[in-house]
């Protein structure tokens, strides 16, 4: 490929090129890089959009995760290890180790000053409250000491790479549940809603593999025109907007007309529920007559998030694992035929393990695509995520900051905070999922 | 034995994957048959269609949708055009130009990748509140063309890149500018992925529903995906002539599809990998 050189004397020449490149740069400056950087100003700004404008420094971050002088360490201690295990050159990522420990080392002396004086300084009937708190702590705590037993004792190899890495998170997760349930830092909301997309990404874990299973069932059929059939077929609901697919959704779970609640009622389900939930479940949500608001109801709608969509099978999905499983040649499967491997052990032995990139990937484009969600939420819920805010999102709380409190800034601080999380998890993407491509 | 073995599973597999279409399908067919109901017959029996149909809900439900959709149209279409001209015209200097700062400007635009939308939305509103663009269709098809940016010039300048440059070459012998190049090498030979693109990022704007939300405030200005969810948000519902305008507004997608099958289920798998 040999480009024409444009250098600094023949620029002027060359003016057209300049020219042509200018809609796509003003358009991404002016409405991509200015916002973001406002974005990040603003984040230290009590402002309303209008007239109140005063900076007030830190106090967004503060309001939102509570002291930062013990968080600051602790996250700075954490990225930094983190990154050492990224990097390439051996004395960029020893540096950046030693400073990742160093500022952890930091991190936990504070805290455990902080924690001598809180113990010392708190009643015991206030202490009672916090006991769920200090019993996860202890208990990350100990699975850090156990991990560290364990890469003392094991030898090199990737189980003791995972105890390694145990010895790194356990005890910074222990000091986060420290700081957010001990101290119970920050804006309960945030932390309320960092809890919804923790449940809901494992939800989603297990949601991954019906795709899974459904590209190689399309897959394993031997006719070309049936798969292409098939791949067309799957494709046709693509074609109705998202909008419609959300809203009638929303319509299956309507209390009253829904067909959701028809379904139950007509399956004898409802029964079931019920017995449930009187001698199990103990919600009081399913009681004769049979009318659960499944978006409606707090104990209901993190359920009825999760089951959503179902079968989970998702278009875009099938049509990546279709892509990564055309790849496999036929001598593969005729040698798995010959060795006697049945068909459960063609999908572990072969395809699962062809199909891994494509499988990362959408792991981490969903994970990354939970943190961002908040539009599915705003149509369902509405902008408060719904009663005691159950269904709240990182996004939503934002959005719900901004446009219906007219916090702006602290709404700016609540998307830096996300946008950071974002980042580290683009970065983990780009530099473990893409590369092997 | 072994055939029948075979055939067995065939069956399995057969019947695991209608399993997930009728469910795929379901919501479809509700729609289309509630919205041949009024709301007694709905109440009565919401599975299955029964006479008397009531083909006037179509009507109605017209009337409901038909500003949105024509904005909606008219938003994505432009849109659409003008991020693949612009696109087009700068992935082809990126692909053929060495020129002082490219590099810088190539990370740049790449960087918007790291870049999650969720953090911009609160400051683009006051953007758009300054520059005078809230609440018109104008500033929303900026926001789109904006958005379609980095994928487009992404794929474009491999595209161009690996067109052979003799041929550039020889246009620029006769006298060709980087502009003619663009439209009478460039375009014939990209049809496909053009096409493809195009696709792509229409229904990107068609299903946007965020944007709209926050940027358009007037209900004769509004887009289909909010337009849709007030419908929803009507305190007494016609649920026959609401599901009528959802069948409604997934008929312009659904013609695109007729006429572009096969490359809609490539670019769907290409946008898929790619995105």
């Known amino acids: 490929m040999n480009a024409q050189k444009v250098t600094w004397k023949n620029l002027r020449e060359n003016w057209v090129i300049f020219a042509m490149l200018a809609p796509t740069l003003i358009g991404i400056a002016v409405f991509s890089y200015i916002p973001a950087v406002q974005a990040v100003r603003r984040s230290f700004y009590n402002w309303d959009g209008t007239s109140v404008e005063e900076l007030t420094g830190l106090e967004n971050l503060r309001r939102l995760l509570g002291d930062l002088r013990l968080w600051t360490p602790l996250l700075l201690g954490a990225v930094l290890s983190g990154l050492s295990a990224l990097v390439n050159g051996e004395r960029l990522r020893r540096t950046l180790r030693s400073g990742g420990a160093l500022a952890l080392l930091w991190a936990f002396g504070a805290l455990a000053f902080d924690a001598s004086r809180f113990f010392s300084g708190t009643?015991?009937?206030?202490?009672?409250?916090?006991?769920?708190?200090?019993?996860?702590?202890?208990?990350?705590?100990?699975?850090?000491?156990?991990?560290?037993?364990?890469?003392h004792r094991l030898g090199e190899g990737r189980r003791r790479a995972g105890a390694r890495l145990g010895v790194y998170l356990f005890p910074i997760l222990a000091a986060i549940v420290y700081l957010i349930r001990v101290r119970q830092f920050g804006d309960s909301l945030l932390w309320g809603s960092f809890r919804l997309i923790f449940i809901l990404i494992v939800a989603n874990l297990f949601k991954m593999w019906p795709s899974i299973f459904t590209a190689v069932c399309i897959h394993r059929l031997r006719s070309e025109r049936t798969q292409y059939l098939y791949r067309v077929l799957f494709v046709v609901p693509m074609i109705i907007p998202q909008m419609v697919g959300l809203l009638i959704w929303k319509f299956f779970y309507d209390p009253n007309v829904g067909v959701l609640n028809r379904f139950l009622v007509i399956t004898h389900l409802d029964r079931f529920l019920m017995w449930l939930d009187k001698w199990v479940l103990h919600l009081g949500v399913f009681v004769a007559p049979f009318k659960p608001a499944w978006l409606g109801d707090p104990s209901l709608i993190i359920p009825a998030l999760i089951f959503w969509g179902f079968p989970w099978v998702g278009v875009i999905g099938v049509l990546i694992y279709l892509a990564g499983l055309q790849n496999i040649s036929q001598d593969v499967y005729e040698a798995a035929e010959i060795d006697g491997i049945g068909w459960w052990g063609k999908f572990w032995r072969i395809e699962l393990p062809l199909i891994m990139t494509q499988v990362r990937l959408n792991l981490i484009l969903m994970i990354i695509g939970t943190f961002q969600a908040y539009g599915f939420q705003y149509v369902l819920l509405g902008a408060e995520g719904g009663p005691q805010n159950k269904g709240l999102t990182p996004g939503l709380y934002m959005f719900y900051q901004a446009f219906e409190e007219q916090n702006y800034g602290y709404a700016c601080a609540i998307g830096l905070i996300l946008f950071f999380i974002i980042l580290v998890l683009t970065v983990i993407n780009q530099k473990y999922v893409r590369v092997e491509k | 034995m072994a055939a029948r073995t075979k055939k067995t599973h065939d069956f399995a597999?057969?019947?695991?994957?209608?399993?997930?279409?009728?469910?795929?399908?379901?919501?479809?067919?509700?729609?289309?048959?509630?919205?041949?109901?009024?709301?007694?017959?709905?109440?009565?029996?919401?599975?299955?269609?029964?006479?008397?149909?009531?083909?006037?809900?179509?009507?109605?439900?017209w009337q409901l949708v038909n500003s949105y959709i024509a904005n909606s149209i008219l938003v994505s279409t432009v849109a659409v055009a003008a991020t693949l001209v612009t696109a087009l015209l700068s992935a082809f200097v990126f692909a053929r130009y060495d020129f002082p700062g490219k590099t810088a400007l190539w990370y740049l635009l790449l960087g918007l990748l790291f870049m999650p939308g969720i953090m911009n939305l609160v400051p683009l509103f006051i953007l758009m509140k300054d520059l005078n663009l809230l609440n018109s269709l104008v500033g929303l098809t900026i926001l789109y063309t904006v958005g379609g940016q980095v994928f487009c010039v992404f794929v474009l300048r491999n595209f161009i890149e690996d067109i052979p440059s003799e041929l550039f070459e020889a246009a620029q012998v006769d006298g060709a500018g980087p502009i003619q190049q663009v439209f009478r090498i460039v375009v014939p030979m990209s049809g496909s992925i053009l096409a493809t693109l195009a696709i792509l990022r229409f229904l990107g704007s068609w299903n946007n529903f965020i944007q709209p939300l926050v940027f358009i405030s007037d209900d004769f200005k509004q887009l289909i995906p909010v337009g849709l969810m007030r419908l929803d948000g009507e305190y007494v519902k016609q649920w026959g002539q609401m599901m009528a305008g959802f069948t409604i507004a997934a008929i312009p997608l659904v013609l695109i599809f007729l006429f572009t099958m096969r490359l809609f289920v490539r670019g769907l798998t290409a946008g898929a990998v790619k995105g």
């Open chain 1, 123 to 151: 009643s015991k009937g206030a202490m009672a409250e916090v006991r769920g708190g200090l019993l996860q702590v202890l208990g990350l705590l100990a699975l850090g000491v156990t991990c560290a037993v364990a890469a």
């Open chain 2, 13 to 61: 597999k057969h019947s695991l994957i209608w399993f997930v279409l009728f469910f795929a399908f379901f919501p479809l067919y509700i729609m289309f048959e509630i919205s041949l109901k009024d709301n007694a017959q709905f109440v009565r029996n919401p599975w299955f269609p029964f006479p008397p149909y009531h083909w006037e809900n179509w009507r109605f439900g």
